[in-house]
């Protein structure tokens, strides 16, 4: 097996020993197991603990050797100074790859790098693929349904990779999907990378059909040429987007504390990552509001945007915020305007952005979209204030109607309005190959995850975003990722 | 009655008159009576509509002269050539404020502008106080329940003003604040500002005892000088939070034919906030998290940050953000080292930010805030990972206890240790008056919403960031502001 081969084993995995399960709750011995079974894992588990007969209703092993089958993974939760010795009887017995959770090295300073050291070794001659040690396990929702992770977090599958230096910012990242019903393929906590290392992951997701884009969070880079290799790679075939942490000096101290990186300038990273088409975020939240636009809409041939908005502030302050992310808000054509002219009233602005006037319906509003979709001057659409007739139908529902409003027939079609339109928006993008983003103060809290148009946007990783900045700050990565493509990809 | 009274009456008016109440569903006149009396208004309400007798219950009237009682402020809601005919009227019977709601004035250029000066004649010679015209209405819950604008939004009573020139804005704040249960005083979309101005609103909230702190969104100041000698005695009082439109080319272009604004430079301008104490923001989310920390936080003496992290990666990208916002994270003093020497395991990072390493429990975790709160090299903190323990306690909860497990035990110690904690913190806010602000990617979506502990903090009006950018530019706003009043207020 090379490299690639033992990866596609640590995502995909029959069986799993468990080397520390502990039956004490509280302990990341009892956490993982637990993780591992109310993810629903389809494989074989192996718990092993020499002290127990049965944990959490598995059968429990005194040792490796007492294990019946044939173990595809050992995740390894023991003190430090007996890992290297695990790390070899899982060589013995012919177990392809491990995960070391136990924490206790290279973080610790000269003693403990030795330590790790010794382990790395061990995985080194028994040729076994090592992630850790110091790490918060892996995720692999399809097709074993595998979460075995120091979080219970439990995406459903899809097509987002997570590869992460940091195993709290893993677990974000997977909980910000879980919460939110996008899917993931695959998510790995990469520790200490005594011997597998995030350029490994990335080479790995550049063929892995479960993933479309990838999600990285890196402190430090240990292989500066096969780093850029890879992700200049995975960028021509998809995004990748990435977190860099220790920008600022504070940052890099705390960084050197957290995983022993030493991160060289951000400028110069910065300069890497523009070369190499990769789209740098700030924050898990930035993160995730980029990932699921890469995952639905396409992107554009440009940078020219129509904001076609349901009141004029939000339009006036969405263009100052497309504009000051280098998105060109363009003026519309005389045959577009004139489209337009025929179904909006005489008073309408005649420009972009496209401000429907408070009251009009929203039949006018969906028409605008496709005339923006059809027209040759924009690349992009940002529609402002979907959700906006919700609360007018809630408190219209409220009514007692002893004079015959046609309040429930008012309800009905207002809610099936919403949900018309949300399809109609899904068949445009489709359609025209023109990303539509949605910004929304009315969608958020609770009311977010109750609104049944909202949700069918979400099924098909469509979200509408709470701020016009971030919509903005979004819609600008699409657009410098396809200049990006257009610059080093061949004509076709 | 001076301007200030009148506008005490529209704030707290015992009586209303709707001209142009409609029965029909989706005319405002409908809007504007339905949303008044489902906000509660404890008020007379007098619908006026010469074809009706009664609407959703009260009794209409056919004209103005009909109403029994005095009014105290009138919405009209009819066709703009008969707007002016109206105001002389209420003139006539001595009301003393008008809203007028009515668009298809200066927005539409030369002939509307006209319209407009007849409107704002008839007003000015009758003595009256005029809002608008195309406006959205007014909001004051406290003491009236008064709601009676174009979006039926209905935030609690509480301590923050609004002040928009766009309706809709108006909306999205007021949607943003009810949804997420933080109390506003007043709101008032001011529309054209034929009469009444944001200057006007600026100075009666100097005074408001219901207000504590003012959003405005403004597109133009027709009075420079006005504007700022208004923002600095406000801000000598209490914090503006203000989002201009229109900072960009295109907004610029697009704030013309919204409000027809005429923007001046945005750099003139953002120098004048400067000087006038004025926190400047982007968008709405931006004016809410910042709005929400102005309400419960002090001010921070300096700009000295300690942060505490759950977790290593966390820590580095909320250094990074605060760094990129201007805040010092400050070295620890050896004393404060030693004290937090006491409190965590031997190999934690001593060092800023704190790094709570994975597994260690939320005794030592809240022990470090405090540490941080006694010391003095430390202005202001920021935590990270609040909630992550929930759904560690979640999927505990879902053992079949047949083993002894003491699950019930645990899941409860969690839930409990999660609310003391909040308590605690809260607190500490107020013993050592230094910022606490937390940042979480644990605390998103509907889980937020169902954390008892998260919505103890709320009714605080202390939120949980879901990014440590937002984070750190909400405190870096709370430092400017106490910069501001260090640089500008007599010393005490």
New interface residues.
């Given amino acids: 097996m090379d490299v690639n081969e033992k990866i596609d084993t640590l995502f995909n995995p029959k069986s799993i020993a468990i080397i520390g399960a502990s039956?004490t709750?509280?302990k990341?011995g009892f956490?993982f197991l637990?993780?591992l079974i109310?993810g629903g894992y389809k494989g074989e588990i192996y718990p092993v603990n020499p002290t127990v007969d049965?944990l959490?209703?598995i059968k429990t092993y005194k040792s490796l050797r007492e294990i019946p089958g044939p173990v595809d993974v050992a995740f390894v939760l023991i003190q430090p100074e007996q890992v290297s010795r695990a790390i070899a009887e899982c060589g013995e017995i012919g177990i392809p790859a491990c995960v070391v959770i136990t924490?206790?090295f290279k973080e610790?300073g000269p003693e403990g790098m030795k330590l790790e050291k010794t382990v790395a070794n061990a995985a080194r001659s028994a040729g076994i693929a090592m992630v850790g040690p110091n790490c918060?396990g892996i995720s692999s929702p399809h097709p074993m349904s595998l979460y075995c992770m120091?979080?219970?977090?439990f995406p459903p599958p899809g097509n987002i990779a997570i590869v992460?230096?940091?195993?709290?910012?893993a677990?974000?990242?997977q909980?910000?999907c879980w919460?939110?019903d996008i899917g993931i393929s695959r998510c790995v906590s990469v520790g200490n990378q005594a011997l597998l290392k995030t350029e490994d992951f990335l080479e790995y997701f550049i063929t892995d059909k479960q993933t479309h884009l990838v999600l990285a969070?890196i402190?430090s880079v240990s292989d500066g040429k096969r780093f850029m290799e890879m992700s200049r790679k995975l960028t021509q075939e998809k995004p990748l987007i990435l977190?860099k942490?220790?920008?600022?000096?504070?940052?890099v101290?705390?960084?050197k504390?957290?995983?022993g990186a030493i991160a060289g300038s951000d400028a110069a990273f910065d300069a890497i990552t523009k070369q190499c088409g990769i789209i740098r975020v700030?924050?898990?939240?930035?993160m995730f509001d980029t990932a699921v636009a890469f995952l639905s809409q396409p992107v554009p041939k440009g940078n020219r945007v129509g904001i076609v908005a349901?009141?004029?502030?939000?339009?006036?302050?969405t263009?100052?915020?497309?504009?000051?992310s280098g998105l060109n808000?363009a003026p519309l054509s005389e045959k577009t305007l004139q489209a337009l002219d025929n179904r909006l009233p005489p008073?309408w602005?005649?420009?972009?952005?496209v401000?429907m006037?408070?009251?009009m319906s929203r039949g006018a509003f969906f028409k605008a979209v496709e005339i923006l979709c059809k027209c040759d001057e924009i690349d992009s659409i940002i529609t402002l204030?979907f959700g906006?007739g919700k609360?007018?139908a809630?408190?219209?529902a409220?009514?007692t109607d002893?004079?015959n409003?046609?309040?429930t027939e008012?309800v009905k079609g207002a809610i099936d309005s919403d949900k018309r339109g949300m399809h109609f928006l899904l068949d445009m993008i489709k359609r025209y190959k023109k990303p539509i983003l949605l910004s929304s103060?009315?969608i958020?809290?609770?009311?977010?995850?109750k609104n049944e148009a909202v949700l069918d946007l979400r099924k098909k990783n469509v979200l509408i975003y709470?701020?016009?900045?971030?919509t903005a700050r979004v819609l600008a990565r699409l657009v410098r990722y396809g200049q990006y493509l257009q610059r080093t990809l061949p004509l076709s």
């Avoid at 942490?245 to 940052?251: A, L, P, Y």
């Fill in positions: 039956k709750i509280g990341w956490a637990l993780h109310k049965e959490l209703g924490a206790g610790l918060a120091m979080q219970p977090n992460s230096q940091s195993g709290n910012l677990g974000s990242i909980h910000m919460k939110q969070y402190e977190i942490g220790g920008k600022s000096e504070v940052g101290r705390a960084a504390s957290h995983t700030d924050d898990v939240e930035d349901n009141g004029g502030g939000w339009g006036v302050i263009a100052d915020a497309c504009s000051n808000v008073w602005n005649r420009q972009n952005p401000d006037v408070a009251g204030g906006y609360p007018f809630d408190v219209i409220s009514i002893g004079e409003l046609n309040v008012y103060e009315y958020i809290g609770a009311d977010r995850d709470p701020s016009s900045r971030r």
